[in-house]
């Protein structure tokens, strides 16, 4: 299940409200990046969890690779 692109354009950051890229890692499924806290949120089931409880950290020296969403 994808996630739809119109709703990307609806989320923001949780924590600082900012946007969000979509990021694809092959051996992860997709994830929602807030490049300012530099927080991953992951996609389960199509679903953004955007709880910063369940965020990794991204660390600065990976660049972000976004990915466009299927819709």
């Known amino acids: ?5 119109r709703l990307l354009g609806l989320l923001v950051c949780p924590i600082c409200k900012g946007p969000l890229e979509a990021l694809r890692d092959d051996p992860r ?3 929602l990046l807030c490049p300012a806290d530099r927080l991953a949120f992951p996609v389960r089931d199509g679903i953004p969890v955007m709880l910063e ?3 990794r950290t991204v ?7 976004p990915a466009p969403l299927a819709g």
């Not at 299940?1 to 692109?5: C, G, I, P, R």
């Open 29 to 31: 499924p997709m994830e």
């Open 1 to 5: 299940m994808t996630l739809d692109h």
């Open 53 to 55: 409880s369940e965020a």
């Open 59 to 65: 660390p600065d020296s990976s660049p972000p690779t």
